[in-house]
């Protein structure tokens, strides 16, 4: 059976990590926060004092970090991590960063012989709890099937997007098509409701129409047109404007990296930017209906 | 057996009257244009010589005409057609128009007693012709049971949106959410293939997760991804970009009848304003993608 | 001596009136408003009971009224008050309105021998008051000729613009590019703190740097950075945001009618629609610094 | 007499290390291009075979490479330059770079004891072959006395923005505005023209009018309507559209450092990397005018 090392047990990595412990896996953890090592301790994993100790004689090593400079710090940094990992240890690197920076692990993880993919998820925390994550991978595709017994503890739909990097890319620009159809669905419907119409009647009527998209079929963001998604409910919740709006920031990068133009991706980050500059941040990234509609609805 | 007046015989018009006549319907028709007449006629219908005649003594009147200015002009201008029509009878205005100009002609119809319904339809040509169009429509309730057997020849699914002119401005916000999550869809693709990514396995990716959208499910802009659509075909043929220009302009016009803020639906206006400025007009909305990349698709 | 009828005594008709009166004209007045019509009436100037009875008479008919649908029922309604001018009076059209708009009097006026003039105003009621006025004029050039004594009672600079309706032209596309270039202004200062500067400092650089823009030189919208604006009181007085988006809608209008592509004069509607939708509307247009910060200056 | 080290002789250190030679400065110099070098030599200074070598025994040293990446590396990167530079020596660092780069190496030199200044410039070639630049500074105000003799040898104007990296963050603000009311002003000519007017009229209204900036005072970009710019000779010259994207890049970079909302400048970014996608990156930033035209001007 493999040996685990997984670090960084957040909100997403700690669900991510209770799912492999569910399936029976071994895992020896590491955190900063040592609450987060404790709840996992307490589902069976072994806690190590570092991060150089968890991944000492593992064979598989996953991390979910928060950002570029945390991953690039973790592997190539002072402790250089990477130095400390197997050759022919298989690394999935969870978090959602840079392509560049997942690029600058994957030649040093290849340089020793270590076996990487990039694996960034969608899901949220709903779907890290449930194991029903979508991966979205870069690296070579042989690797993909030595992980697919560890992703599908974890995910239900894995997605091989290309080389090195390419799992980053992916999400980054699919992050970005979803802010815009989200804001554009939140102008759409404030349009219609600024002329009298309905809005679930027109929520309706667009999502069967060509309109249609992933905003009005799962996550519609007028209150109190769809149960059970965060419009409902205040906006608590969900996905936050926070999150959307670090992703729309890799997404800006990779556009100036590859001088490519992004209009309606540029003016989708700026528009989150005025949101959490107004303290919204925090709430789920549909709350952007409400800047669109002037901060009138309830 | 109605007798049905129809008025505007163009890309539209001509195969919806074509699909009335097909199920039996007698048809007095007027168009400016005579060859469009000839055609009808040569289906079975009988031509009037200007549009009094038309809907003198008929029971039901469609127009299906270019702009605004084309049906406010038919209806209340130096002849007002709609003194000409029988107190009792059925309008359906299918023209893409402006909702107040769809309400000028609610009003003046009702004032006379006349039962109408401003019916903007999705689909396009093929749409048309084949009978498989998508009616949106505005007026009261029981006009659209009174309408339906003559919508069901020439299409598929009928949509209630609301009172007088809200099937005009349902069409308005579905027509600009579709240029956004088109613009939005290009840019994501584009953004894709210059970070190193198969445009196609990117589709395949996005449509599935959250990205997903009309435009990535049914006509993929990127050329060569999805058969059978203007991509794959050198944006030939399809909705023109120019058409899309005028929806979007109706949308800014709504937009700022009633104060709202479209920022993403501003921008796709003025994207299509510079694509048609290129040059590209004519040519399908999915094009689009081609200025997204900087004119450097085939 | 000229005989003067002035139609629309509001914010800025009033002292411009007021001037009139002051250089010793004989003014025939009329307006919806009683207390308007008293205080002309206070300084010299005869109330008519209508517009018609107005002008009945006058060499020089002036007009400033809202927005383009009173200039249009002013003139070519109802009572059709382009038959009660004499001809060969004089009429100076001061209202800031659609060239289209504009054009459909010049139009009238040319038929019945009446000299017009498009005449909009920058300047605000301090530029009214203190008849320094900036006329921005569409038509002949002879009648500006004609025009002048009386434009100069009221304002200081006079542009020719060009023929019947460039006044307007260039007052929308001038104000377009204050609003561009004010919350470009916004923009920079607010990168700029958010960076560590101090809004003073930075100002002084870009002023008479390549950034430089009348904004920077005359109306800085950072709180305290300049004395005697608006923004070092409140963002109260100057010029109302809810003024700002009309014209921008004017610019908007502009736009589609010559299929042009504006795409920061779209944003920049689209920003003050945002501001103005969350009620600060009445707030002067340099207020838009606000929604930049994220509402966070005093 | 001071020993001034030169690093960095292309388009605009070339010219700039040359006025200091003029003026009587011992310079020696350093650059990738032999032919740099060479120029150099022919004016008095005299050759190091690498950058440290330059350095060495220096009482001055002067930088101005391309980008950020090439800052980092010089100073900070394998050869440590900055362990090479005598404590107490002066640093003017003239490259335009993230503000980010420039602390880090403000926070090495300070850590040796060696005074530096960011001093990014504004003014183009012509400015540095003519001496008449403008330093933006940022560090201790002490350092700019001691830089001033050195620097007005260079330039006309000097700026002191704020401490370490304030140099950098102005001229950023200040470009993101330049290329803001740019982009205005060649949407308002545009706008303008299309709508019947003369592009010379209106730019001589907008200009004394509130709408009044730098573009229309210094470099008005619609071809004709100013002798000596760029405009008028096709574009070619200037300030080229790809430098213009740089420095919006960095400003991009700058908003998402500190979660900033810049609305205009992401478009204005994403207007610049549409035109460079055409491959107009080498024409003259003003040549924007023609994107926003449709490619129709001469």
């Known amino acids: 059976m493999s040996h685990i090392a997984f670090i960084?047990?957040?909100?997403?990595?700690?669900?991510?990590?209770?799912?492999?412990?569910k399936a029976g896996y071994t895992l020896k953890v590491f955190d900063l926060v040592p609450s987060a090592v404790e709840a996992a301790v307490a589902l069976?994993?072994?806690?190590?004092?570092?991060?150089?100790?968890?991944?000492?004689?593992?064979?598989?090593?996953?991390?979910?970090?928060?950002?570029?400079q945390h991953v690039e710090s973790l592997y190539l940094g002072e402790g250089r991590l990477i130095h400390a990992i197997n050759p022919g240890a298989l690394v999935l690197e969870c978090s959602t960063i840079a392509p560049a920076t997942a690029r600058l692990v994957h030649t040093a993880a290849k340089a020793r012989g270590i076996a990487m993919l990039d694996a960034p998820v969608s899901g949220g925390t709903a779907g890290a709890a449930a194991g029903t994550l979508t991966f979205i991978l870069g690296g070579e595709a042989g690797h993909l099937e030595r992980a697919r017994p560890f992703l599908e503890k974890m995910g239900k739909n894995l997605f091989h997007a290309g080389d090195a990097g390419a799992g980053q890319v992916a999400k980054i620009c699919n992050n970005m098509l979803l802010a815009i159809h989200m804001i554009g669905t939140a102008e759409a419907l404030n349009?219609?409701?600024?002329?009298?119409?309905?809005?679930?009647?027109?929520?309706?009527?667009?999502?069967?129409?060509?309109?249609g998209n992933w905003s009005l079929e799962k996550y519609n963001p007028w209150p109190g047109v769809m149960d059970g998604v965060p419009a409902s409910r205040g906006y608590e919740g969900g996905f936050g404007a926070d999150l959307m709006l670090k992703d729309l920031g890799l997404a800006m990068e990779a556009a100036q990296a590859s001088k490519a133009a992004t209009l309606l991706g540029g003016v989708a980050r700026n528009l989150y930017a005025l949101h959490s500059a107004r303290g919204h941040g925090k709430l789920d990234f549909s709350s952007i209906q409400n800047l669109v509609a002037g901060e009138k609805l309830s």
């Open 8 to 21: 960084g047990l957040g909100h997403m990595g700690g669900p991510m990590a209770a799912n492999l412990l």
């Open 191 to 211: 349009l219609g409701v600024a002329n009298g119409l309905d809005p679930k009647v027109l929520s309706d009527i667009m999502r069967v129409s060509s309109g």
């Open 44 to 68: 069976g994993a072994s806690a190590a004092p570092n991060a150089v100790h968890a991944v000492t004689g593992a064979d598989v090593v996953i991390s979910m970090l928060p950002a570029s």
